[in-house]
């Protein structure tokens, strides 16, 4: 391991640490503190079921790319197909969808502001990650030029 590897591992794994308390306490914790909004049952479990396919999906995607570090593996390949069309980060983004369908079932401020720390977490993440795929990969940044990170472009028709 370079010194450089090892400089890059301890913000690489306090960001999955912080990803995983959160996810802890959205999915397992039922707080409210009295802070209460209206519930939204259908869209919520929707929501949860469309996050889990897309984290299938860029899960078999990736394969043995797939990885919860934000460094890629030394033997990963970077992927443009699948949801990778569409978005550069499409396991952050099926997570969020994911988390906000937890939201909206409990009806929670509490979990609300998790969702929201969670999406800061990852533009965080994202970013960081960015840099060591813009290294290993020449083409990335032609990538990200042309694919938005989170949220898919909406093509109008006219």
């Known amino acids: ?62 394969q043995r790319s797939l990885t919860a570090m934000p460094i890629p593996k030394e033997n990963g390949k970077m992927a443009r197909q699948g949801l990778y069309r569409y978005v550069r980060h499409p396991m952050y983004t099926s997570v969020l969808l994911f988390s906000l369908g937890i939201a909206l079932y409990s009806g929670t401020l509490y979990k609300y502001l998790l969702v929201g720390s969670l999406l800061v977490l990852f533009y965080l993440k994202s970013s960081y990650e960015e840099s060591f795929l813009s290294e290993k990969y020449p083409d990335y940044s032609n990538y990200a030029k042309v694919t938005p990170r989170f949220l898919p472009k909406l093509k109008w028709k006219t």
């Open 1 to 62: 391991m370079s010194a450089r590897e090892d400089l890059n591992r301890w913000p690489s794994r306090l960001f999955v640490l912080v990803q995983g308390i959160i996810l802890g306490l959205l999915l397992f914790t039922h707080l409210d503190f009295g802070w209460s909004v209206t519930r939204f049952f259908w869209l919520g479990t929707t929501c949860e079921w469309i996050g889990i396919v897309g984290i299938l999906a860029a899960a078999f995607t990736l």
